[in-house]
């Protein structure tokens, strides 16, 4: 055990893959975000919380599955002599789902018709749950994959995963909370949302879109918008 953990070589995969999992983490914080805010503000911390420790849990189990997990990857159903894994599948209807709610949500917010009252609200509490259910069993696939591609040790994948829920159970309030007080990075993190169920989409059809050139437009984005919401607060300060 001791020269299991004093290998600098587990270190460095338990490092980038921890890193990779808090990033590719990101998408599913600000959608567990959005979807708990049709919740009454004394329930949307524990759904938030339910959310992620469900993605922890389905994330352990899924790698106990290695060998259905591989399976995921091999083709089941053949269109126009293309070949469609159920990973495929999943990608494909989870990308659907998200550009369907991140442009449900976008209307609602735009055109002020988002349902309120505590009667309303109350009763969603079991929906939200389900919505984040489903969206966790897609990036938990997108997300193991990945691990699985980058080490074979199976201590190293769980440890990184459990960090990487860990921190972005951290920071789902504060994210939250941004959100909720700025109606323009929510509308920009609902645009991130259809972007991110595009690349969903498109790699389920069989066209892989890094996800570098995602997350780097989505930067750019966010720091012109951290720009622009730093000059209005210099000039309410005037």
């Not at 020269?3 to 893959?17: H, M």
């Not at 567990?32 to 329930?43: D, F, G, H, T, V």
């Not at 066209?207 to 780097?216: D, L, Q, R, S, T």
């Not at 209005?232 to 300060?237: E, L, N, S, T, V």
Request: hydrophobic share 60%; glycine share 6%.
């Amino acid at each position: 055990m001791i020269a299991y953990l004093s290998d600098p070589t587990i270190w460095l995969s338990f490092t980038t893959l921890a890193l990779l999992e808090i990033i590719l983490g990101i998408d599913n914080i600000i959608f567990i975000s959005i979807i708990a805010e049709k919740l009454p503000p004394e329930r949307r911390a524990t759904a938030r919380l339910i959310g992620l420790g469900l993605a922890l849990v389905m994330r352990i189990l899924l790698l106990f599955s290695l060998t259905w997990l591989v399976k995921l990857t091999a083709p089941v159903l053949y269109m126009l002599d293309k070949g469609f894994s159920w990973r495929d599948v999943i990608l494909f209807a989870g990308g659907l789902f998200l550009i369907a709610k991140a442009t449900i949500e976008i209307n609602a917010t735009i055109e002020g018709h988002a349902a309120s009252g505590p009667k309303k609200v109350a009763s969603t509490f079991a929906g939200v749950i389900f919505q984040i259910i489903l969206i966790d069993m897609v990036f938990s696939v997108d997300s193991i994959l990945t691990a699985v591609g980058l080490t074979d040790e199976l201590p190293v994948m769980i440890a990184a995963v459990i960090v990487s829920i860990i921190v972005m159970m951290l920071a789902a309030q504060p994210v939250a909370a941004f959100v909720e007080r700025h109606l323009s990075v929510k509308m920009l993190a609902l645009a991130f949302l259809v972007l991110i169920g595009m690349v969903l989409v498109a790699d389920g059809l069989g066209f892989h879109i890094p996800k570098g050139y995602v997350y780097a437009s989505v930067g750019f984005s966010l720091a012109v918008q951290a720009l622009v919401l730093l000059a209005h607060k210099r000039r309410g300060a005037l």
